[in-house]
């Protein structure tokens, strides 16, 4: 029975890992003792529940948010912030925790409030307030965190600011300071706490690709080839592929290391103001346009003829609905219709210059499914692979746009991330086709000899033989008989 | 070699069939198996109207074309299979792209060539999706010829579709399969296998998540859940090779019957609705089968009396040989071809439906890739070939294969209902040697 550290490299980009490899040499090695590949992310490929995808192996279906926010009811817009109390299940953490593991999460999104759970420690990430609040458990974790690396940096954002818009230097000074502390606090952990499961998340792999993008990639619409700033991206994964090899050096022969990301970041080449297309279109009209950008939340929506709006950042669009959501206008008998045509109509959006894209849309139940599908947008798009971001903003007056008052951003987020796992019992298996997110937790469990829980969507572990261990008989009331046969049925179709 | 000359016919060899946003329907045909090889002249799209009116065609060069695409341009994209390449073709039948002419040899950009493409979309990222049968891949690649992405582990596959969330569902027909690729080319989704499908041709995602499945030798079209249950199926003897599917308004499906040479739209309680066929019968048939000996010969063509030869090659060229060679006891026809396609003599018959009939002959063989056959194809009133013949899609019991010396081969078979007439055939599939003799075939 083996231990497992899990590193999660927020954002880490597959393609890039292989393309400086030779300058990477503890990745290099750990991909030719073990297993690596691409890992498919979640629709949409963001931050919250991607990781909470892999520590459930569930689809968001299954807890309910599709980005920062949520509804859980039929309102318009997604009013409610993201929080731990709201995963209904269990997380690994708390999956190992009942069966009597010691483990510590450390900066893992979507843990703030930190969960009271015995024998149990968390730090949590930079969806939490502020250091001023409770971000340990336990409490008392927080001196020792202080005492260790000085005042915890949340995030590479300073109070009143966001990264994107600081001084770049400054910025990515913070970034190093920050993913410092999480390596520190690591390794303290591996080598102080005797924890049977460590789960570290590093942010400074999303944001700097979020700054740097443009400075080595000269298919970056922002392409500056002259910068100083030109390795910099480089440089960070030669400093995470330094901790990665002294992180190993650390680990005993009992313990797994399974390094793996959320999604990628890759090339942004631009916006598509999402409303401002719905309301060119007819799908959507407001009561007056704004005079200034406005984001979905302060437009004035005139609901009574509006058929279709979208949220965020990424594309997620939903229909109003007659006796869903409260204005409901959208026939329930013209749903398909309109998301058919809606679908066509999005797939032949072309870029700025009239070159087409290679769009993809998801429809809400082909992909995801559980107790909380419903609440959850209807349709997801994927412009031109993600290469495309969305602005839920109106008053752009046109349909194509690059930054947001957010500030500037090169990265865009990629459906496939990286992952690569080594150590006792793994098989140097080499690269592997067809990861996804939800083999993260029954991976884990199958490397600590525990057994695959009902309802967990793929059973079978990043392996030598796709192992399967047993169904855990423990009391999951979390899906109906009908849920389960669903699932079941679905998971049928696809082999498993 | 000598060659029967038919009356030209419209539809020979239906493939494709496509509802348009004008409300015709665009067909491409094959061409014809009467005359010798492709004929040239003879493949074909067409556009018609509901009332039969050609509306449209274009035929210039095409051999063997597989598929056509109405585009939003008002353009079409052919897949012209025997001239291994793709083509772009305006209203007024200019040939606006060609894959022949990619980086100035025809070849993509990994240097190889378009082999035996058998369908093609036009995608919404601008790219073009094609299915390469003999290459057993399945490509997208950009104007210029540059593979995008491709997938090469099919065998043989038929009917690519690209789905609005990136995936790619086709029919991987020598598999027995349906199967849906992700981008990255993993299998996400199949439905298939030996005993479930039998050489599925097509098949399509519909907008409500099912999948619209021609599983052809078979001869049925099947819907089927993501999770593998058959929700609707169809299937008639009035059709021998249901080869495209594709579903319309109203949940309406139209299909290909191509040896049945004919165009169908159907409701789902399985009505027809509307079709599109041709009328076979432009000679008599003969009461009885005549000179199943081989003995009586035409001086001038040098073919037996009362025989019809034909060929059916999928790729062009090569040697056709029709000899005689004495047996025993009579003369025997030789038939020798070295290439894929199939080459036969025939022989058309008055025959009643519902009824046992015997056919017997004696076969010798020679280095045969795929098989020799004697075949009874039946056909009903309008001169379409019927399921429940005995042919290559519906062996019967008698195929001979590979090298082996006269042998007697023979089955007793009933005719479907609605058969007027019978197609008795000394038939070869793909390249090798066979003699046939004594072909004979009587009411029981």
Redesign the interface.
């Known amino acids: 029975m083996s231990k497992v550290v899990v590193l999660g490299l927020d954002g880490f980009n597959p393609e890039l890992v292989q393309r400086w490899l030779d300058e990477l040499p503890n990745f290099k090695k750990m991909q030719e003792e073990g297993i690596w590949g691409?890992m498919?992310s979640t629709v949409p490929p963001i931050t919250p529940q991607a990781w909470t995808c892999a520590q459930v192996g569930r689809n968001p279906g299954a807890f309910g948010f599709w980005d920062f926010t949520y509804r859980d009811d039929f309102s318009y817009g997604q009013p409610k912030l993201v929080n731990s109390k709201i995963i209904k299940p269990d997380p690994l953490y708390r999956l190992l925790s009942k069966m009597g593991k010691k483990l510590a999460v450390i900066n893992v999104p979507v843990t703030y409030p930190p969960p009271n759970i015995e024998g149990a420690y968390f730090i949590t990430s930079f969806m939490t307030p502020s250091t001023d609040h409770d971000f340990t458990y336990p409490k008392e974790l927080k001196k020792e965190i202080n005492e260790l690396v000085g005042e915890y940096i949340l995030d590479a954002s300073l109070p009143g600011q966001n990264y994107r818009t600081m001084d770049k230097d400054v910025v990515m000074k913070r970034i190093y300071d920050m993913d410092s502390q999480r390596f520190t606090l690591l390794k303290h952990f591996i080598t102080e706490k005797d924890c049977d499961y460590i789960f570290t998340v590093i942010m400074g792999t999303d944001r700097m690709p979020h700054l740097f993008y443009r400075y080595f990639d000269e298919k970056h619409k922002r392409y500056d080839p002259d910068s100083r700033y030109q390795d910099t991206l480089k440089e960070h994964y030669k400093f995470v592929d330094k901790n990665v090899g002294e992180i190993r050096s650390l680990l005993d022969d009992y313990t797994v290391l399974f390094i793996h990301s959320d999604h990628s970041v890759q090339r942004l080449d631009g916006r598509i103001n999402l409303n401002e297309w719905l309301i060119n279109e007819g799908y959507m009209t407001l009561k007056e346009y704004p005079s200034e950008l406005n984001p979905f939340n302060d437009l004035k929506v005139d609901w009574a003829n509006t058929k279709a709006w979208a949220t965020g950042y990424t594309g997620q669009i939903y229909l109003n609905v007659k006796g869903r959501e409260s204005q409901g206008i959208v026939d329930p008998d013209d749903y398909?219709k309109l998301l058919?045509e809606l679908?066509v109509k999005m797939?032949?959006i072309p870029d700025d210059e009239g070159?087409?894209?290679?769009?993809?849309?998801?429809?809400k139940?082909?992909?995801h499914f559980g107790p909380y599908t419903e609440y959850g947008p209807d349709l997801f798009i994927?412009f031109d692979?993600c290469r495309w971001n969305i602005s839920e903003m109106v008053g752009y007056k046109k349909l194509y746009s690059y930054d947001t008052p957010l500030g500037p951003d090169d990265g865009g987020h990629g459906?496939?991330g990286y992952f690569c796992l080594a150590g006792p019992g793994v098989p140097a298996k080499g690269q592997y086709?067809?990861a996804s997110l939800l083999n993260v937790a029954p991976t884990v469990l199958y490397y600590m000899d525990i057994p695959v829980p009902r309802g967990m969507e793929i059973k079978h572990a990043l392996s030598e033989e796709e192992e399967v261990v047993e169904d855990l008989k423990t009391e999951e009331v979390f899906y109906s008989e009908d849920d389960e046969q669903v699932i079941q049925?679905?998971l049928?179709?696809?082999?498993y | 070699m000598q060659v029967s000359n038919e009356v030209s016919k419209i539809l020979f060899f239906p493939l494709d069939v496509n509802y348009l946003a004008n409300g015709n329907i665009l067909i491409t045909d094959g061409g014809s198996w009467d005359v010798g090889g492709w004929g040239e002249a003879r493949s074909k799209v067409l556009e018609i109207t509901r009332s039969g009116e050609i509306v449209w065609v274009y035929d210039k060069g095409l051999i063997f074309a597989h598929s056509a695409r109405r585009l939003k341009s008002g353009h079409t994209l052919i897949t012209d299979t025997g001239n291994n390449r793709v083509i772009e073709v305006s209203p007024n039948n200019e040939v606006v792209w060609d894959t022949s002419y990619l980086n100035n040899k025809g070849t993509l950009s990994d240097g190889s060539s378009i082999n035996y493409p058998n369908d093609a979309h036009l995608?919404?990222?601008?790219?073009i999706l094609i299915s390469e049968r003999n290459n057993d891949r399945i490509t997208e690649i950009d104007k210029e010829g540059n593979i995008c992405w491709q997938y090469d582990r099919s065998v043989h596959q038929h009917g690519v579709q690209r789905l609005?969330?990136?995936n790619t569902l086709f029919a991987d027909s020598e598999r027995n399969y349906v199967v849906e690729l992700?981008?990255?080319?993993?299998?996400?989704?199949?439905?298939g296998g030996d005993g479930v499908l039998n050489w599925p041709r097509d098949a399509d995602r519909l907008?409500?998540?099912n999948t619209l499945i021609a599983d052809t030798r078979n001869n049925r079209i099947l819907e089927v859940s993501?999770?593998?249950e058959v929700l609707w199926s169809y299937a008639t003897p009035r059709c021998s090779s249901l080869y495209e599917v594709e579903e319309g308004p109203e949940g309406h499906i139209l299909y290909s019957d191509c040896l049945g040479r004919q165009v169908v739209e159907i409701d789902r309680h399985g009505n027809i609705l509307w079709t599109f066929r041709n009328y076979y019968f432009n000679r008599k048939p003969l009461s009885n089968l005549v000179n199943g000996d081989f003995a009586e010969i035409d001086p001038d063509i040098q073919l037996p009396k009362y025989w019809t030869s034909c060929i059916y090659f999928s790729e062009r060229g090569g040697s056709i040989k029709v000899d005689r060679e004495e047996t025993e006891n009579s003369n025997a026809v030789k038939l020798e071809t070295d290439r894929r396609g199939f080459l036969m003599l025939h022989q058309t018959l008055a025959a009643e439906p519902k009824r046992p009939y015997l056919i017997k002959g004696i076969i010798k063989s020679k280095d045969l890739e795929e098989f020799a056959q004697i075949q009874a194809a039946f056909l009903d009133s309008e001169g379409s070939y019927m399921h429940g013949s005995i042919s290559a899609n519906h062996p019967g019991g008698f195929l001979v294969k590979g090298t082996q010396d006269w042998k007697e081969v023979g089955a007793v078979i009933w005719s479907p209902s609605e058969a007027t007439a019978v197609d008795i055939r000394c038939f070869l599939m793909n390249s090798g040697e066979a003699w046939f003799s004594n072909i004979s075939f009587e009411a029981l």
């Open positions: 691409e498919q398909y058919n679908t797939l032949e070159k087409p894209l290679n769009t993809q849309v998801f429809r139940e082909d992909i994927h692979e459906f496939y086709y067809g049925d679905r049928a179709a696809l082999g | 995608l919404y990222n601008g790219r609005a969330n990136g992700d981008m990255k080319g993993n299998n996400v989704w199949q439905y907008s409500n998540g993501k999770a593998g």
